[in-house]
């Protein structure tokens, strides 16, 4: 059993920039997938960035170059940096964790947190 809570959200204007951390409990964190994702009203859960247990990081297109994705295997922490945010970044942002498979693929997300809002403004 994996429990993930986010922090870090909240309301930056149009260039700014946040971090979100993602703190996670479990023995098997250093050996999962982490992921984060985000859903804005009115649209689907989509992916944003993720990591893979041997740190390999990938990033959706619209959000390469600007975000950025790390983990600390010995504090169970995942973070994403968020710089040169836009209005189309506003959603919650969720973190989830992947026992296996894709670290692209919402489905291989076993585990999810709570979701953190981030709002930015135009």
């Known amino acids: 059993q994996v429990q993930l809570v986010e922090s870090g959200g909240g309301l930056v204007q149009a260039g700014g920039s946040l971090r979100l951390t993602c703190a996670a409990s479990g023995r098997t964190f250093s050996v999962y997938g982490m992921g984060w994702f985000r859903q804005a009203p009115g649209r689907e859960r989509e992916f944003v960035a993720g990591t893979s247990w041997s740190g390999n990081t990938y990033y959706a297109d619209p959000v390469k170059g600007r975000f950025t994705i790390s983990r600390d295997n010995a504090e169970k922490v995942v973070y994403l940096q968020m710089n040169t945010l836009k209005p189309e970044d506003t959603a919650v942002y969720y973190c989830?964790?992947?026992?296996?498979?894709?670290?692209?693929?919402?489905?291989?997300?076993?585990?999810w947190g709570q979701g953190t809002q981030v709002t930015v403004s135009s």
């Open positions: 989830a964790s992947n026992p296996r498979g894709p670290t692209m693929t919402m489905a291989s997300y076993v585990y």
